[in-house]
């Protein structure tokens, strides 16, 4: 009687030991790692650029050159952004003399994330545009107008970049004179730019 008590005994203990005994080896829950904060506060950008050539009496082709963009992000969706193009080379044969272009902007932008890699931005933009090689009086003018973009994220601080706009500029026409008051005319220049991006 005795004997089989004691074996009760010894299967209830076990019984009740196990259970806990398993409990304790069940490793506690990890806390999720946090993700990276991949927030940057500037952008830069180098691209390839075109503009149309609309300021020179009888051009034909517009002109190629170069892009260079400094960004400051103020949030996820604001920032202002500094522009400076230069153009030098033309798409054809046909110009009168060597046109070239130069444009330092500044302005604010809005962007936003709209899937997976991809965002898109507007901005405006107001500055300065020179024009060179064709002996135009004044040859400087005040500039601005209104584009915007797609962007690509290649890495996390490597973007590809795609952008558009068109820039008004009041020039004076080709030989022009003080008798005529060097009376400038407002035209319009659409412009194209493709380049890479490095947030940091």
């Not at 809005?110 to 300065?128: K, P, Q, T, Y």
Request: glycine share 12%; proline share 5%; charged share 15%.
């Amino acid at each position: 009687m005795i004997r089989k008590w004691l074996v009760s005994m010894f299967a209830l203990v076990c019984g009740a030991a196990l259970p806990a005994a398993a409990f304790s080896q069940v490793a506690p829950d990890r806390p999720q790692r946090q993700e990276a904060d991949r927030t940057y506060k500037y952008l830069f950008y180098a691209g390839a650029a075109y503009t149309s050539l609309n300021q020179v009496n009888q051009s034909r082709y517009g002109l190629v050159g170069g892009d260079l963009q400094v960004s400051r992000e103020f949030g996820r969706f604001f920032a202002i952004t500094a522009d400076g193009s230069f153009y030098q080379t033309s798409t054809g044969t046909g110009n009168p003399g060597n046109p070239q272009v130069d444009a330092v902007l500044f302005g604010p932008e809005l962007h936003g994330h709209v899937f997976e890699h991809w965002s898109v931005f507007i901005r405006a933009l107001l500055g300065g545009e020179h024009t060179g090689g064709e002996g135009m009086t004044p040859n400087i003018s005040f500039a601005g107008g209104a584009g915007g973009g797609v962007e690509y994220d290649l890495k996390p601080r490597w973007v590809l970049r795609l952008s558009g706009d068109e820039i008004a500029a009041s020039f004076s026409v080709k030989n022009n004179n003080p008798g005529l008051a060097y009376s400038p005319h407002t035209t319009r220049n659409s412009r194209a730019s493709i380049g890479i991006g490095y947030r940091f």
